[in-house]
Nanobody
Framework: QVQLIESGGGLVQAGGSLRLACAAS??????MGWFRQAPGKEREFVAA????????YYADVVKGRFAIFRDDAKNMIYLQMNSLKSEDTGIYYC?????????????????????WGQGTQVTVSS
């Protein structure tokens, strides 16, 4: 079982930056992802990184603004968010996938992740 704890959320003005962190009990060669959920909306894929860290995947709406990276020595996953927009507001969740994804289509589906953190709130004011 993998325990995940997110941190780093907060209130930021549009155009600003935040770095989210996800502390894992063990990364243990897992693929990892970030999802978010805005009020009244379904949870959506944000970014994913494969177990080696060599390949990353991004939703089109964050591509070029967000970056996911991992530090396996520290069991940490990060999401660097730049040029934030009001539509980036939501609860951000870190998740560990079931280790069979190899494509964007697979990584982008929440049902392919088996462990989730409790989430961290990001609010972007316009």
């Amino acid at each position: 079982q993998v325990q995940l704890i997110e941190s780093g959320g907060g209130l930021v003005q549009a155009g600003g930056s935040l770095r989210l962190a996800c502390a894992a009990s063990s990364l243990n060669y897992h693929h990892m992802g970030w999802f978010r959920q805005a009020p009244g909306k379904e949870r959506e894929f944000v970014a994913a990184i494969n177990k080696s860290g060599a390949t990353t995947y991004y939703a089109d709406v964050v591509k070029g603004r967000f970056a996911i990276f991992r530090d396996d020595a520290k069991n940490m996953i990060y999401l660097q968010m730049n040029s934030l927009k009001s539509e980036d507001t939501g609860i951000y969740y870190c998740a560990s996938d079931k280790d069979f994804c190899r494509t964007y289509e697979c990584y982008s589906k929440s049902q392919n992740y088996d462990y989730w953190g409790q989430g961290t709130q990001v609010t972007v004011s316009s």
